[in-house]
C-alpha cells in the first residue's frame, strides 16, 4: 500500500504515464467495475480505496516488470514508481481497463529505471528464487507438474536474459501481456515494423537457446 513499507516512498524520475487507448465501451465484467469504482473513490480523495487497487495488481505489476528488468531492486522501484505516477495523475485515465492502465505505466516506469540505471545483476531474473509474489500452489498440486512448470520458467527466462533488451520487451509485451503491435510501438517510441522485427528476430534467438530443451516444452502425454 502507498502507506507500507512495502512501497516506501522514493525520490526517483516519474514514470511516463500512458492513457489507456483501448475501447471505454470494451466487455464489461465485475472486476473491471470494481477497479473502475475503486479508482473513482480514490479520486475523491479516498487512500484506502487506491490502496486497494496496490494490493490487488501490485504482484501482477512485479510479475511482469521482472521479466524486463533483470534486477530485483531494479523491478521493485519500478513498480513503486509506477504506483506514485499512477496516484498523481488518475485524471489521465479515460475508460477501459484499470489493469492495462497500471501495466502500461509500470512497463514505461521499467524502460525508464533501465536507461539511467546500468546495474550488473549477479543472477538473472531472480525472482525466481523467491516465488513470494506469486500466488500459492493449491494443495492438491501434483509436485511432478509443480517441478516441471518450474524448470520450464528456469529454462525460458535464462533464454529471454540471453536475447537483446528490446527483443526481450517486445516479446514480454506481445507474447506474455497480449499488447498489438501499435500498442507495443505507441509505448517504446519505435516504428511498427520496428516492433514487428524486434518479435521476429527475438523469436529466432529463443528457439536457437532453447535448442535442446524443447523436450520441456512438449505436451506432457509427448514426454
Known amino acids: 500500500m502507498l502507506d507500507s513499507a512495502r512501497l516506501t516512498i522514493s525520490t526517483g524520475r516519474v514514470a511516463q504515464v500512458v492513457e489507456d487507448a483501448r475501447p471505454a465501451d470494451a466487455v464489461d465484467d465485475p472486476i473491471a467495475r470494481r477497479d473502475r469504482a475503486l ?3 480514490a479520486r475523491d ?3 484506502d480505496a487506491f490502496n486497494s487497487l496496490v494490493e490487488l ?3 501482477h505489476l512485479y510479475g511482469l516488470v521482472a521479466r524486463m528488468v533483470p534486477d530485483r531492486d531494479q523491478a ?3 513498480v513503486q514508481e509506477a504506483f506514485f505516477s499512477a496516484y498523481r495523475n ?3 485515465f479515460r475508460g477501459g481497463s484499470v489493469r492495462s492502465w ?3 505505466i509500470a512497463i514505461n516506469a521499467a524502460m525508464d529505471q533501465q536507461r539511467f540505471k546500468k546495474r550488473r545483476p549477479a543472477q538473472p531474473y531472480p525472482e525466481l528464487e ?3 509474489w506469486q500466488p500459492p500452489a493449491p494443495e492438491a498440486a501434483d509436485p511432478v507438474h509443480t517441478a516441471l512448470q518450474a524448470e520450464r520458467t528456469t529454462v525460458l527466462n535464462a533464454a529471454l536474459a540471453a536475447i537483446t533488451q528490446d527483443q526481450r520487451h517486445a516479446i514480454v509485451l506481445f507474447d506474455v ?3 498489438d503491435y501499435q500498442e507495443i510501438a505507441d509505448m517504446t517510441g519505435v516504428s511498427l515494423g520496428t516492433v514487428k522485427s524486434r518479435i521476429h528476430r527475438g523469436r529466432l534467438a529463443l528457439r536457437d537457446r532453447l535448442e535442446g530443451h524443447m523436450s520441456l516444452f512438449r505436451g506432457e502425454g509427448d514426454r
Do not use: I, N, P
Open 45 to 47: 480523495g479516498r487512500l
Open 177 to 179: 501481456e497480449g499488447y
Open 130 to 132: 523467491d516465488e513470494s
Open 102 to 104: 497500471l501495466s502500461r
Open 57 to 59: 495488481y501490485q504482484d
Open 90 to 92: 488518475m485524471g489521465s
Open 76 to 78: 521493485a522501484d519500478a
Open 39 to 41: 479508482l473513482e473513490q
